[in-house]
Nanobody, 123 residues
Framework: QVQLVESGGGSVQPGGSLRLSCAAS????????MSWYRQAPGKERELVTT????????NYADSVKGRFTISRDNAKNTVYLQMNSLKPEDTAVYYC????????????????WGKGTLVTVSS
């Protein structure tokens, strides 16, 4: 019974910060690369960032570089996304993903998924 449960979303003003959490269960968390995706209204799902099994950080979205940081705590089976200096264009449903390999052009979308948490950035 695999579960990924996101939390920490909500409404925030531009320039504010949020910390998303994703609690994992039902699989060997430490054996998986963890990623955050997001999907804005009317747009395609976007891979934002990944943390590997060894803790290496991979950033994919230029728009969030320097503002978003992914981290993981294997003792808690939890992955986090610290989001700073939030902008209205960051508004999206944010999804947690677990995969046995680091996402690639062919593997994106595979693995386990959470149901998402909504982040709304507006004034």
């Amino acid at each position: 019974q695999v579960q990924l449960v996101e939390s920490g979303g909500g409404s925030v003003q531009p320039g504010g910060s949020l910390r998303l959490s994703c609690a994992a269960s039902g699989f060997t968390f430490s054996s998986y690369a963890m990623s955050w995706y997001r999907q804005a209204p009317g747009k395609e799902r976007e891979l934002v960032t990944t943390i590997t099994r060894s803790g290496a950080l991979l950033n994919y979205a230029d728009s969030v570089k320097g503002r978003f940081t992914i981290s993981r705590d294997n003792a808690k089976n939890t992955v986090y996304l610290q989001m700073n200096s939030l902008k209205p264009e960051d508004t999206a449903v944010y999804y947690c993903n677990a995969a046995t390999i680091v996402p690639s052009q062919l593997s994106r979308g595979m693995g386990y998924w959470g149901k998402g948490t909504l982040v709304t950035v507006s004034s």
